[in-house]
């Protein structure tokens, strides 16, 4: 059985770091794409950052130069390194898991491509 874990969410002021991990188990890591997303109560799931199994790396404007997606396949984390964090980064925070699908393919961002999601971490940014 497929399980992600999200862990290290908390409250952090504008301009500080947070660093999400998501424990992946129950899941090979061949030809995958881990992505995080986040969602704000009454506003559209959003796509953050994605990461192929060759490494390949995806961003969403909003977060380039300020998040990094990293994956550790001996401990089987994805993790999300957040600086310079602003308020409006404010939400829950998702990592999901997409079977044989290459991010690179230009729909990383949709969540209706991923087959597992965790529970959530919630990230909030005090100004």
């Known amino acids: 059985q497929v399980q992600l874990v999200e862990s290290g969410g908390g409250s952090v002021q504008a301009g500080g770091s947070l660093r999400l991990s998501c424990a992946v188990s129950g899941y090979t890591y061949s030809r995958n794409c881990m992505g995080w997303f986040r969602q704000v109560p009454g506003k559209e799931r959003e796509g953050v950052a994605a990461?192929?199994?060759?490494?390949?790396?995806y961003y969403a404007d909003s977060v380039k130069g300020r998040f990094t997606i990293s994956q550790d396949n001996a401990k089987r984390t994805v993790n999300l390194q957040m600086n310079s964090l602003k308020p409006e980064d404010t939400a829950m925070y998702y990592c999901?898991?997409?079977?044989?699908?290459?991010?690179?393919?230009?729909?990383?961002?949709?969540?209706?491509?991923?087959?597992?999601w965790g529970q959530g971490t919630q990230v909030t940014v005090s100004s």
């Open positions: 999901a898991a997409a079977e044989w699908y290459d991010c690179g393919s230009g729909s990383w961002s949709q969540g209706v491509r991923y087959n597992y």
């Open positions: 990461i192929f199994t060759d490494g390949s790396t």
